[in-house]
Each structure stands twice: as structure tokens, then as C-alpha cells.
């Protein structure tokens, strides 16, 4: 896929705070906001090395539903291995501080994060970014550590060894069967894009389903 060229908004500049997508009907997003998000997880893409780490959450999801982001996506999921944490962290850093404008912090959201996780920022001031969170790969699961009390685990066939998948006009790591990966944590519909929010603003699209680890297993579950 082939990037294409877009106007670049006012809001979408390095010195912008980022656009305002809940004014519209849709909520969803600018295409050269879209690029600022793919700029931030090149830079992640081109620094990791020897680091393992993949495509995860909604942009996981994206990547199944139609090989890029969801319109009304505002950032992109990216898992590390925790054993790995430091190092990555300490790459993303250095990196970024020779950067023009991309800008790496380390970040937790009180009540929800087990452990602390990174965000790629587009610039000091354009806070769209790339979530950088931990997953821990035990004897047969893989722990995506993101909630505090609601975890979900993968049986580790279906992670390992890492693919490659589409995102945009990029390939990218990936678990080994992604669409068992992303049916495991959005349910059997997965397919169905949905609105934002539902009529309480609860989240309606990219919703997980949170299990435990007595419930990891083998199975495929894409068919």
C-alpha cells in the first residue's frame, strides 16, 4: 500500500497540540493526523533492536480488519517484552533526543497500569503518540500487563515465534496468529467496526475481553 499524500492542517503541525476529533459526528481523525501516528510508530519500527516487540490492542485490530488504522483510532498500541523493558526504554530515548521533534516519556495512569509504560509523542507539544506497553511471556502465556485488575492472557503458540503484518504502507511485528490474538480479546465479531462510543460514552469499538490465565489455551479462534 502506498502512502499517500495529504494536507497537512494547521493542527497537525509539530508545534500544534494535536486535532480536535470529537467536534465531528464520525470522531474520527485527519489523515495527516493519521500520518503523525504512523511517523511515531516508525520511530519506534526503526529504533527497537534486538528488543521484541509487536503491534497490539486496537492497532493490532486495524491491522486484521483492513491492514491499517481505525478512522477514529487517536493513538497506536505497541507491546515490549517486559524482560526487555530498560533496554527499549533506553533506546527510544536516546533516539528521540536526536530526533527534530519526536519526544519519548515515561508515563503511569493511575488505577490502570500495572506497570509503567512509554508514549512516543509526535512532538513536545502534538501529544499524539504511540503507546509503548509491557506484555510478560510466562511458562504458557503471554500477560498483556496494561490493567491493574482485568489482564489478558494468549497462550504463547499463538504469539511465537512473531509474524510480520500490514499496518498502513508498513509491515510490522506481529503475534504468530493474530487473528486468534485479536478473537481472544474482541470477541468472535471482531470483524464489525463499531461506533467510537455507545450512548453513555462508554467505549463500543476496541472493547477487550479481559480473561484470566486458567483460560489460556491453544486453541485457534478465528474460524
Known sequence: MAPASHALLPCCMPS?????WDSNASKTIPACERDNLLTTLKFVNATLERVPWMLSYGTLLG???SGG?????????V???VANWTAAVAQLTKAASAHAHIKVEVVTIR????RPMARVFYSASNRVHTDVWQYER????VDFLDQTKRRLFVHNSLIFPLGMCQYEDGEYPCPRDSLSVVATGFGADWRTPRRKY???????DNLYHYNNERSCHRSSHHI
Open 198 to 204: 455507545g450512548p453513555s460514552a462508554n467505549w463500543t
Open 63 to 65: 491491522s486484521m480488519r
Open 69 to 77: 488504522h481505525i478512522p477514529h483510532e487517536t493513538d497506536i498500541d
Open 111 to 114: 488505577h490502570r497500569v500495572v
Open 138 to 141: 510466562r511458562a504458557s502465556c
Open 16 to 20: 500544534a497540540t494535536g486535532c480536535e
Open 79 to 81: 507491546s515490549v517484552d
